[in-house]
């Protein structure tokens, strides 16, 4: 069974990085899926923020580009997702996905990781 | 990249049917057979229902369908049942080689 789980500090600071580490266990995250970001504010909807391939290839919400870098760990099966220069409005559940055979849909989740954009 | 459009709520009885459209453009649903729906109850993580606009993955009831037509997908669940009542989602494939949401449509069973 393929499971993803986010880890990450809870809590940043206003125009800090936030950084998360999504951990895929099940699979190997060098098959050929590739593994996104999706965050959901409270009470709001899901936004699509990026995903990425084990070769390091991206693809991004272009709103978001110029903030977010994306990468992947082989040996740890793990790939993580850094966001700079937050402000409140980047506060959300932040959620890590499979995209099953880079078909555009995410098959499995992680539980999803609540951060907070605070002083 | 606008967020695709779906109704804010959306209701039925149980053992009714509801469908919840999804409006995108020809940049993304209309072009595209790559809508995907979720369901995400109060509190968990989404669940993919439907991918590829028709197709179900294992384990998702039948009751569960989809369909596109123009730049218009739909998401139909016949024979309600309370367990149903959640937040769906629908998502497309861009000419951009992105992935946009729509806004979610909250589904009650009376």
């Known amino acids: 069974q393929v499971q993803l789980q986010e880890s990450g500090p809870g809590l940043v600071k206003p125009s800090g990085t936030l950084s998360l580490i999504c951990t895929v266990s099940g699979d190997s995250i060098t098959n050929s899926n590739w593994w996104g970001w999706i965050r959901q504010p409270p009470g709001g909807g899901l936004e699509w923020i990026g995903y990425i391939y084990h070769t390091g290839s991206t693809y991004c919400k272009p709103s978001l580009k110029s903030r977010v870098t994306m990468s992947v760990d082989t040996s740890k099966n793990q790939f993580s997702l850094k966001l700079s220069s937050v402000t409140a409005l980047d506060t959300a559940v932040y959620y890590c996905a499979r995209n099953y055979g880079g078909n555009s849909y995410f098959d499995y989740w992680g539980q999803g990781s609540l951060v907070t954009v605070s002083s | 990249q606008s967020a695709l459009t779906q109704p804010p709520s959306v209701s039925g009885s149980p053992g009714q049917s509801v469908t919840i459209s999804c409006t995108g453009t020809?940049?993304?649903?209309?072009?595209?057979?790559?809508v995907s729906w979720y369901q995400q109850p109060p509190g968990t993580a989404p669940k993919l229902m439907i991918y590829g606009v028709s197709y179900r993955p294992s384990g998702v009831p039948d009751r569960f369908s989809g369909s596109k037509s123009g730049n218009t997908a739909s998401l139909t669940i016949s024979g309600l049942q309370a367990e149903d009542e959640a937040d769906y989602y629908c998502?497309?494939?861009?000419?951009?080689?992105?992935?946009?949401f729509g806004g979610g449509t909250k589904l009650t069973v009376l």
């Open positions: 020809s940049g993304d649903v209309g072009t595209y057979n790559r």
């Open positions: 998502a497309s494939y861009t000419s951009t080689n992105t992935v946009v």
